[in-house]
């Protein structure tokens, strides 16, 4: 037996289940639980992740699947009693991609696969069923003939488009204005006007465009239209825009979609027909309830599309009190047997419910809290799952600004607050220039009608998403919920006239380059710029929201969660502050200490004119009375951040960059010198500061005098900060506090730097503290990648290690920290060299392996040596859950990230302890 007899490509619904994702997507496999289930899910089956990835790699179908296909359609035409486009009684299949991550709208479906000149006529006749007699061919009454000869040449004329656009790659447009034409010689704007006769000369129209843009007649043959549709799919998965989304959701480049070959039920064949989308929770909010959208006589893209308005899903009680409470019941059921939300695709064909979807649904990052929370309360997970299934990007999501409405400023318009978040920006109607402006930085509202999966690049570039069509689950809904971006959705009071670049409403008419907010919650619109407020979870973090006496779900969930991440993690999280105001913020948002003062922003400000003067000392009494009157302001700084934490670890690094810095920029200061001269003035000490800056002067400045480096050539500098840091703690412990310091000496590459500077530090500290009892720490940064590599011996001169990742990352890539990700790293992007820039996320693989040689060295050398993060990875979701693996005991990051990193490191712990500590 040859290896690929032995590959299985192709399953039923019933050989599947929930748990086989990576081979059968998504979609395939929640079909396959649905069906498991003994819920009512139209037969079909999947086409494999594996078949794709063979397609992609080799560019033809792997051998054997083309008889796997054969074997499995047949067992369906047997269990449906039908052939495939048979002319007389067809079955007719949808091929839909569904990978294993949901991608809405970014790959291929292709719907009414079977039809063809002759079948078209068999499924009028077919879809008559008891309602009439045969389709007569050619009513103008589409009531008359029972609506079906109409229903089935919409339904060939769908199949064309879809067909030609996504197989064939005729565009799109084309095919829209012969619609809009025969519309127009119908004198409606509605294509429910239409009758058989306008949709018979519809698909002739077709055709034609067809064989214009392929050079071939529209193929007739089923099975070969089933052939080219599996292949589309596949090929999809390599679309940019697939590309693009995938990038933007992280998602690995290598999965492959599966294909899912399903019998077609109709939801357009009258008005007992229908289809539509819901939810078991609110995905806004998390409320409970039945959230959802139902389109009368429509088929599926119909309502994602937000070609028409949807009614919510309550009013189908009204229509169907049958299929409606069927389709509740299914639902307490998926959420039972999911333990989740989950979101649902379905149809109704004549009164009969189908299931054509179901998995975990997406939601909101406040209802990811408010429903974890809701699980718990209803015992269906416990505390452990709960913070599993929420994230630091989430919670970020939520320390977002609101707007500040303290008086009720009117909106002009109101649609569905379809993804949470404030947003005010300037108004653009295209995703090219929405690109445009925000490369200038600018913040831009993208405003259409509806956007479509090629708008993609606008909505990424863009603050917030506004249309005037469409419901919580139309595309522009959806992908900016993914995205974490601001969008209101179904405007429909606002006239968009892209062409125009403006939109009306109310009377006001608001054109592109104007501004305008949005407001992502409410669902509200706002003419001009409305100013922002903290976030509830930001005011709970700052403790002035008590959650034990709230009636507010989130922040009572955010609460719960947070507290058991708390318990739970074994990381310290600290922050990287330089001011007792920063320090104490980070403290009330749980910060456990400072792993990061930089000292180089004390020196800035009116404390320039004393650094100059250090810097322009002729000799070494003019330096030493610039560092004496350096100390007592140094000394003060301290004292109030010692206060702050009050014996919580406070890390202070001695002074960092390259003195010129410091100083103005040499074109400037050339330029001022050479007019100051011209005018006759004294420029004694311009001229003199001219000097230094060019004697300064560096071809590579970060590479060049700065960190340990300055300390070893200028004689006093390290010896000042030392001494004002022991001062500030001996002074603050005087006073009945409490003061921790550690000294951090920067940019070590050899242990002898650290050597020199610490012997000199330790006389000082020793001299200051006395019998004070304070007990100061020294450590080093590993930010240069020798020091990683040589820990083993930097740890026998260091108290403790902290990965300065900014550097690490600049100097183990050799990129230029402050350059690259604007000039080319979109290109390193779209070849995949990363999937994000390592600035923003740990390189596990390079800069990572120099994390862990130097952990495991350091610490070998210098058992229970103390290790932290400070680079800015230390409060980057992932990259926390790197460190919590190499066993750092904390990472440091900015305030405001200070919570994500406590929830992250809690999310750490529980994913490495697994499930059995549940
Ligand atoms: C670092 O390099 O990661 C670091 C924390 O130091 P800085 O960003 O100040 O260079
Ligand atoms: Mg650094």
């Known amino acids: 037996m040859t290896a690929h007899e032995t590959d299985k490509y192709v399953y039923d619904f019933a050989e599947g289940n929930r748990d086989l994702k990576d081979l059968l997507g998504g979609k395939g496999a929640n079909l396959a639980e649905m069906t498991n289930l003994g819920l009512p899910v139209p037969p079909g089956f999947t086409i494999t992740t594996e078949a794709c990835k063979a397609y992609l ?63 078209v006529v068999g499924l009028a006749r077919q879809a008559s069923g008891s309602a009439g007699p045969a389709a007569s061919g050619g009513s103008a009454d589409p009531a008359a003939s029972g609506g079906n000869d109409r229903f089935a040449w919409d339904s060939y004329r769908r199949l064309i488009q879809m067909f030609g656009k996504t197989v064939c790659e ?90 899912n070959v399903v019998t077609m039920v109709f939801g357009n064949l009258g008005p007992d027909s229908g289809t539509g989308v819901a939810f078991t929770r609110d995905p806004g909010s998390g409320a409970q309830g039945i959230y959802g959208d139902y389109l009368a006589n429509a088929q599926g893209e119909d309502v994602v599309a937000g070609i028409r308005n949807t009614v919510p899903l309550q009013e ?52 990811a809290f408010v429903i974890a929370g809701q699980l718990v309360d209803e015992g269906l997970i416990d505390l452990d799952e709960a913070l ?53 930085g600018r913040s831009v509202i993208l405003v259409r009608r509806e956007t479509n999966p090629d ?29 974490g971006k601001t969008c209101v959705s179904g405007a429909d009071e606002i006239e968009v006239n892209v062409p125009a670049k403006r939109f009306t409403v109310g009377g006001h008419t608001v054109g592109e380059g104007d501004v305008i907010s949005i407001d992502g919650t409410t669902g509200k619109v706002y003419l001009g710029e409305v100013p922002v407020m903290p976030s509830e979870v930001v005011q709970y973090f700052e403790g002035s929201l008590d959650p034990a006496h709230i009636d507010n779900a989130l922040v009572r969930a955010v609460h719960r969660i947070m507290t058991h991440a708390d318990d739970r993690r074994r990381l310290a999280v600290r922050t990287n502050a330089d001011t007792g105001a920063d320090a104490a913020r980070a403290r009330r948002f749980g910060a456990e200490g400072i792993g990061l003062c930089r000292t180089e922003h004390m020196f800035l400000g009116d404390r320039r004119e004393l650094v100059e003067r250090l810097i322009l000392a002729a000799t070494d009494a003019d330096r030493t ?45 050339a330029v001022n010198v050479a007019v100051a001269q011209e005018r006759g003035e004294d420029v004694a000490k311009e001229e003199a500061l001219l000097a230094a800056v060019r004697r300064m002067h560096e ?41 921790r310091p550690e000294i951090m000496v920067p940019l070590v590459g050899a242990v002898q730097e650290l050597e020199t500077v610490r012997t000199e530090a330790e006389k000082i500290i020793a001299e200051v503290v006395g019998d004070s009892g304070v007990e100061v720490l020294i450590g080093t940064m590993i930010e240069v990648p020798r020091a990683a590599l040589t820990a083993g011996q930097i740890a026998e001169a260091a108290q403790f290690f902290s990965f300065g990742t900014n550097d690490l990352t600049q100097m183990g890539w050799g990129f230029s920290r402050d350059d690259v990700e604007g000039a080319f790293f979109w290109r390193y992007l779209e070849l995949g060299i990363f999937g994000i820039s390592p600035f923003e996320s740990i390189d596990r693989d390079g800069v990572g392996r120099l994390i862990r040689i130097a952990a495991e060295e350091g610490r070998a050398a210098r058992p229970g040596l103390k290790l932290g993060v400070c680079g800015e990875h230390g409060g980057d979701p992932d990259s926390v859950h790197f460190f919590h693996e190499v066993g750092l005991d904390y990472v440091s990051c900015s305030p405001f990230r200070v919570p994500v990193a406590r929830l992250e490191a809690g999310r750490a712990a529980i994913e490495t302890t697994g499930s059995d500590s549940r």
């Not at 839909?96 to 790959?107: D, Y």
């Not at 600004?401 to 653009?428: C, K, M, N, Y």
Request: charge should be negative; include cysteine.
């Open 699 to 739: 071809e590579n400045p970060m590479l060049g005098l700065r960190g340990v480096r300055l300390g070893l050539v200028i004689p006093g500098l390290f010896a000042m900060q030392v001494r004002a840091i022991t001062e500030a703690a001996v002074a603050v412990t005087r006073d009945g506090g409490a003061a």
């Open 455 to 483: 708008d993609l690049n606008g909505m990424i570039a863009a603050q917030g998403i506004l249309t005037s069509r469409g419901g919580k689950t139309s595309h522009a809904a959806v992908v900016a919920r993914g995205m």
């Open 316 to 367: 189908l009680e009204q229509l169907d009190p049958k299929s409606y409470h069927q389709l509740l019941d299914i639902m307490a059921r998926l959420e039972g047997h999911y333990q989740d939300l989950c979101d649902i695709e379905f149809t109704i064909e004549r009164g009969k419910l189908w299931m054509l979807q179901t998995r975990v649904g997406k939601r909101t990052a406040a209802a």
């Open 170 to 259: 005729v565009p799109g447009e084309e095919f829209e204005h012969a619609l809009d034409e025969a519309k127009r010689a119908k004198g409606s704007t509605d294509d429910l006007d239409l009758d058989a006769d306008d949709l018979r000369g519809l698909v002739e129209a077709y055709k034609k465009i067809f064989a214009e843009h392929t050079g071939r007649e529209f193929p007739q043959e089923p099975r070969e239209q089933l052939d080219l549709a599996i292949r589309a799919v596949f090929e999809s998965w390599n679309a940019e825009r697939a590309i693009l989304y995938r990038r933007q959701e992280r998602i690995p480049a290598d999965l492959g979609t599966a294909v």
């Open 388 to 440: 599993h299934r929420v994230n630091g990007a989430q919670l970020a999501q939520l320390m977002f600004p609101r707007f500040q409405l303290d008086h009720e400023i009117p909106p002009v318009a109101r649609g569905i607050g379809a993804s949470p978040g404030a947003a005010s920006g300037t108004v653009v109607f295209t995703s090219a220039r929405a690109v445009e402006l925000a490369a200038e």
């Open 625 to 669: 009375d610039a560092l004496a009157a350096l100390l007592p302001l140094q000394r003060q700084d301290f004292v109030e951040i010692f206060r702050e934490m009050d014996g919580l670890p406070v890390t202070v690094r001695l002074i960092d960059p390259p003195l010129h810095e410091f100083l103005p920029p040499l074109e400037q200061l």
């Open 57 to 119: 790699a080799t560019g033809r179908e792997p051998d054997g699947l083309a008889g796997q296909i054969e074997a499995h359609l047949e067992a369906l035409e047997r269990e449906m009693g039908r052939r495939l486009g048979d002319p007389d009684d067809p079955l007719l299949v949808s091929v839909r991609s569904g990978a294993r991550f949901s991608m809405p709208g970014m790959m291929e479906t292709v719907l009414n696969v079977g039809l063809n000149d002759h079948s």
